[in-house]
């Protein structure tokens, strides 16, 4: 049961689709205040309460032990002690001694203490007096999720070749670089998709433009890749490059469609192009405008798109650089003491992503002026939502692959989402493996993180395991940094351990795409925390490096450098299965923990009692996939 | 069998205090070559060999798959993609198809390329043709260590209260503050046996001074301490603040003791001070003077210290920041393009520990001028060798704590060395774990990392199974940052829990001091990974969570949050302990994997068969503990 509770006048976010009827804030059943216009609640846990939930965040499976902030951020750093990601996901369990649900529809900053000041007790702050909380009831957790699920509207489809092998990196610079990537996974023999492209495809980094001298004939080489069987998925930006002349900055000013300053001048700030204006997604026409845009590329045979920058990041403003300056100016010739040094090393270290210039934009909506504080986590979810909106008035349903950055949960109906800049560190593959499930309870199945890791140097070990996760994600994209080390497969000694890898991928499509739609349309989840489906079982409940996946499964990939293989627990007898290209080898464990060994070359699974999985054969397109020719490993 | 291979004309390091003659570089016995003034030799390894050492490092036990570089540097952000910490310790062992050490006396840069480029090659390149190499062979690791450890002369061992619980932050500001932290672990019966002075007990941060309002009347307070059995451990900087009058700085300039300049103006920097000069550790006239400088304190009963910021750390110098402003003065009114801005910005953020800065600076060795980037690993460890050849002097061995943040090897012989400025970070807990073995193979017995995490926020449970790693290392500390939540044991609700861990140390004091004594008289190991102990067991030689301690016991920490316990492996039958406060259970397990409860308050322990380890009756200062009062958990 979801009973919804409304204090003031919330703003429209469209995260809930299903109508429900408003109680009065008064009625909230967990102690609560409402001090200095934020509305703050608290609730016990006890010792055996696990806290679900916040999708797309920092740290554990169980948030328990820290505090979290909803608040969509462009922070490459994913550390621990971060507080936000990118994502806005404001939906938490508790399952133990007791469960519920709550989601709190409110795009402004959320703060979820959930045990960091004291270890047992939750309290979140809600940082405005409009907002709607849902309190969901159920039997059990799963139970909650689904009640949650079906009230916030079913998650986007992808296309079938979106489950293929996806190659990234900032950047390939110019068709050259794509076609050597292609040839070397070609050569190699290693399947692939998809090779994206990054902000150098464009002109001068102006949306929907394409920089001729890089991509000659770019119509011509959209189809030829077609040809070959590969998708190329271009980057869309979220600032307009502030450029005259340029008609994506035209047609923005001249409809007064861009985001505003309090004085009704537009409100500016550098990105990759340069100084940049911002589009007020929160304004229906807008969205439309701005999503007809991609129109220009849908024409030349484009069909997948990743919309980034979308938190909005901004590097820096106008206002900000002459601040620092005027800073440094005042500063030059005077001696310097330690303070005015640190003040000063802070003001350019802060410049960007500044919280007084978000302050400084304006969104229209309906007619009124809204500072974009109010509204800032819906503010990527929107631009991704215009993009959606057309594509599906334009294509129909799962034709078009899109996934954001920045999101909040409504974002889920349009599209997935990746992780954004994760590291090339073994951490974090588990904080990929973590965030799994949470991102699928508030909706978002289609999502996966930089595998190999983005920011700085990889190994070839760390690909190879993390890529042995990415054979289950649903986006399995291989993406790197400007400046680090290559980490396409074939670039490394012994590339046919690469395709040992990716080809179980494409062996396992037509069950992991079964499993995706499947979640899709019940509104389950495709990855489970063991604790869900084991919440008896001590060591199950606690286990945060394994996961459940669809009704069949459980994976548990190595996450450790220099080890042959991993202790592994089974909360119930289950085949382990080692899968390396065709090979196919099965051995029955009991209950119990083992240390399997698994090599660089291998992708464990675990099958349950009485199930099977189906293999296709392998293929080096998912175009080439024959759902007909099917094996089972069966565990029956 | 140690053999000895010169290049060139090295530099006196004083690492080796044993002499072996030297063999010419051209029979060293690895492939290698001497190209643009670096020498650079390789070695395959086999799958299943171990790489060891490199002492204070970042990542694994075993340092295969990452590129290192010996380069002592000020970095407090110590994640997996650091190649450096604040040490530059010379020393690897390979271990598996063949065995053997490598020493490499050379203060300057060397990079260790440990299966990076490619997965079974090492390749290391010493920045320079003046250097020795010791070459270490014995037919087991451990007989190797040993071997090295003879080479470089026995390990510091400190006063047996430095094996008490010590207290730290930046800053207990003033004697209310230190008082403060004293009454609140009396009050919650906690044991201590040291509070840290940092950089504000000084007056404006001037070595060798006290602030006199923040601790007026110091001499009584420091003995009404030691009345209470409390030690205050004062911190020490490298930089000697430049300013007119203040005697350490007078004295340095009218003796020509500070680092120089090319043109023999003194080298200056910005540190807590603001500007200062550095005195020229490399020379031996001056660790004589900087050395009695300590008197100014030891006078006053001040039996402690640590030496900080001698990579040396620079926070600025004053030809970088004017650079800076220049650059900053140009842009001023220009229209900043994006590159613009982020090489303004990277300028400002570029001015800490700069290479430039250091390879400004001169040393006089014995009348000639080096520049510092050819010692620059040297000049930590000759800070903290002025001390401790003063201390040894004026009061014998053993009398004074001392411990460095930079170090190189050698000045194991008069310091310990602490892990500088890690982080609130669960991963943290095992970077701790594995750096110890590392640091134990290079000398450096007494360490430890700064418990609950220096920078950032942290929780209870992380303090609390911080500290129960802690418990078992030499430096008990527990320290934090500036502008961070507090973390001392009492500042939680329920501080029981930590009276009851850190008795658990005091209980095991005699154990622990005896089994350091003993490492430190045999040049042994006080921790050891399982690898070295059970090299034919597979699960063992992987093992990187849990460590050998002396000769009859195996540590397990509890490294996750929100976890009731862990999985551990034992390699042979042993006797499973949790200790908690006054309380002992015993749990006798199997050889293999397990999963173990371990509570927030207890102490995880394992003994092997036929070994016993003592405890003895609990106290709340190491002076009150009774060593004939002891009681045996046996396994006999």
Redesign the interface.
Known sequence: MITKYTCGKPIATEAVTVSFPSNDISGFPFENSLNDGKFTFAFKMEPKD?VYGLGESP??I?K???VYESYCSDDPFH???KQSLYAAHNFILLSGSRQFGIFIDFPARVSWDIG?T??DVSEITIDGADFDIYVISADKPLEIIREFRKAIGKSYIPPKWAFGYQQSRWSYHNAEAVDAVIDGYNNADIPLDCVYLDIDYMDSYKDFTINDKAFPNFDEYVKEKQAQGIHLIPIIDAGVKKEDGYCVYEEGKANGFFCKKADGENFEA?V???VCCFPDFLNADVRRWFGEKYKTLTDLGIDGFWNDMNEPAL??SVEG?EK???K??D??GKN???SG??N??DT??G??NAQEDYARIYHNINGEAVNHQRVHNLYGANMTKAAGEYFEREFGKGKILMFSRASYIGAHRSSGIWFGDN?????HILLNLKMLPAANMCGFLYCGADLGGF???S????VLRFLALGVFTPLMRNHSALGTRDQEGYRF?NPEDFRDIIQVRYRLIPYLYDTFVRAAENDGLIFRPLSLDYPDD??AR?C?TQLMLGDECMIAPVY?????GR?V?LPEDMLFVKLSGERVDKYPLSKG???IEVALNEVPLFIKKGKQVPLCRPATRTRDIDREKLEYISNI
């Open positions: 696990i740290r554990g169980n328990r032990g820290w550390t621990e002690t960091y004291i270890q550098g990759w192009p340069g590097f820096y650089i620092a300056l005027d440094a100016a500063l030059k310097l003491d330690l040094f640190f000063l090393k350019f270290m410049l960007s590291h090339s560190w073994w951490s920011n700085e140097n190994t070839r070990d760390l000694e001590p060591i606690e945060e450790e450098q220099n080890v042959s202790t627990y923990l083992h240390y």
